[in-house]
């Protein structure tokens, strides 16, 4: 088992910055994949930025401005979203997720709330 938590969502004008922190504890040396997905109201969530042994992929609507990193200290995984230039339609909710190896098991955070209006 995975355990998620999300922090750093907020309200943020547009074309501001904002980072987004979750971290993974219990079975992370199952991890294979983390990632950030977001849903707005009324879509479908949806894939922003993954991260697989060091091989970032990262949504068309966000690559130049979106930047995903990790840390890994003794128990915990870090993973991290760097949010620049944010746009109104960038506003969703935010959820990290975790795929272990070979896909055994699939976990999510509890998600952030990310507001960017004037």
């Known amino acids: 088992q995975v355990q998620l938590v999300e922090s750093g969502g907020g309200l943020v004008q547009p074309g501001g910055r904002l980072r987004l922190s979750c971290a993974a504890s219990?079975?992370?040396?199952?991890?294979?994949?983390l990632g950030w997905y977001r849903q707005a109201p009324g879509k479908q969530r949806e894939l922003v930025a993954a991260t697989t042994r060091g091989v970032t992929n990262y949504a068309d609507s966000v690559k130049g401005r979106f930047t995903i990193s990790r840390d890994i200290a003794k128990n915990t995984v870090t993973v991290y979203l760097q949010m620049n230039s944010l746009k109104p339609e960038d506003t969703a909710v935010y959820y990290c997720?975790?795929?272990?190896?070979?896909?055994?098991?699939?976990?999510w955070g509890q998600g952030t709330q990310v507001t960017v209006s004037s």
């Open positions: 997720n975790a795929v272990s190896i070979g896909g055994a098991g699939a976990y």
């Open positions: 219990g079975s992370i040396f199952s991890i294979n994949t």
